[in-house]
């Protein structure tokens, strides 16, 4: 099946740093994919949809400026928390589709937290 | 607007026993419904989707679902319950009135199982 890797799976960084986190579909290709966060014992919160070689459309109340988002390539989508603050700590979570069609289904990656001191 | 409720945080079973957790979804069209499972610091696996056809929708790891028009239900189910089977479940919809073009899916806030030896 379709595999989504994220990488890093964890990441500790200082008050103020910026870190970038990446989403690659490994056997597919993938024109959208979408970053999410999740709060503890919360949902999935979509922060934004990225599509390959345009501007990511953010949700609702998520910052741009701070959560940069590059898809690049038709493998590989890039989020950046800029200036991190604890209370960006986080579980960031991407998703891709494939382009062969199959609706709605989306491939998950296995996350990535963020913990911000 | 489309969105989807799940009313319990929580659902515990014995297991062998029968499972089931609860999915109500509201959309403007016919749904594509589905369900995700997330286990402890991972990303989001698919379970199951409805698109069309026949209600009684099978996945993986013998879970089920019924789609239930009448009343907008979506509830995941499996006949015996497996102790593995302890994790989060997320039920999701995607209206396909949607015209933005992005395979967005809308959560609910996650069903905790816990399965009993």
């Known amino acids: 099946g379709a595999v989504v890797s994220q990488h890093p799976s964890w990441v500790i960084c200082k008050s103020g740093t910026s870190v970038k986190i990446e989403c690659r579909s490994l056997?597919?290709?993938?024109?959208?994919m979408f970053w999410y966060r999740q709060f503890p014992k919360q949902s999935l919160m979509l922060m934004a949809t990225?599509?390959?070689?345009?501007?990511?459309?953010?949700e609702q109340g998520v910052e741009k400026d701070k959560f940069l988002i590059n898809h690049a390539s038709l493998t590989l989508s890039t989020l950046t928390v800029t200036s991190a603050h604890p209370e960006d700590s986080s579980f960031y979570i991407c998703?891709?589709?494939?382009?062969?069609?199959?609706?709605?289904?989306?491939?998950f990656g296995e996350g990535s937290r963020l913990t911000v001191l | 607007a489309q969105s989807v409720a799940q009313p319990e945080d929580q659902v515990n079973v014995a297991e062998g026993n029968p499972l089931t957790v609860k999915c109500t979804y509201s959309?403007?069209?016919?749904?594509?419904l589905f369900w995700y499972v997330q286990y402890p610091n991972r990303g989001l696996q698919f379970l199951l989707k409805?698109?069309?056809?026949?209600?009684l929708v099978k996945g993986s790891y013998g879970f089920e679902a019924e789609f239930n028009k009448s009343q907008t239900s979506f509830h995941l189910k499996k006949p015996s319950a497996l102790v593995s089977d302890s994790a989060l479940y997320f039920c999701?919809?995607?209206?396909?009135?949607?015209?933005?073009?992005?395979?967005?899916?809308?959560f609910g806030t996650g069903t905790r199982l816990t399965v009993i030896p």
């Open positions: 959309v403007s069209g016919n749904p594509y």
């Open positions: 409805y698109i069309t056809g026949d209600n």
């Open positions: 990225s599509n390959e070689g345009s501007k990511a459309t953010y």
């Open positions: 998703s891709a589709q494939t382009t062969s069609g199959t609706v709605g289904e989306l491939f």
């Open positions: 056997d597919f290709q993938a024109t959208t």
């Open positions: 999701a919809v995607r209206d396909p009135v949607d015209q933005t073009g992005a395979n967005n899916l809308f």
